[in-house]
């Protein structure tokens, strides 16, 4: 099981999660991953809304490809780790949850 753990931390040689203040202070490619009406409540300025429930994407579809590096949120940091293992799954290595979600750092949300 410590493998697995371990695989879920490190894989694409980044960690699973980002803190919000180590974010690239411009040009970050945010996807939000809450539903679409919590999104309409509030959200990071430059995000786009995929929520977790659509997470089974089609790479033809899907906005990122596997080498660009983006980022994804949620309200408590749950949702997108899940979003993450799932596209890293699938090739995307270079994607991250942000840690905490915006009950951690939602004053940042317009």
């Not at 409540?41 to 089609?58: D, F, G, K, M, T």
Request: aromatic content about 12%; some cysteine; glycine content about 8%.
């Amino acid at each position: 099981m410590v493998g697995c753990a371990l695989y879920m931390q490190t894989t694409g040689n980044k960690p699973i999660e980002i803190a919000y203040a180590d974010l690239p202070t411009s040009g970050a490619s945010v996807i939000d991953c809450r539903s679409e009406e919590e999104f309409e409540e509030a959200h990071y300025s430059s995000a786009i809304n995929i929520p977790l429930q659509h997470v089974s994407v089609r790479k033809d579809t899907f906005p990122f490809n596997e080498d660009e590096a983006f980022y994804v949120y949620c309200n408590s940091g749950n949702r997108s780790a899940t979003f993450v293992t799932y596209l890293r799954s699938i090739g995307y290595v270079h994607c991250q949850s942000i840690a905490g979600g915006v009950e951690l750092w939602g004053d940042q949300l317009c």
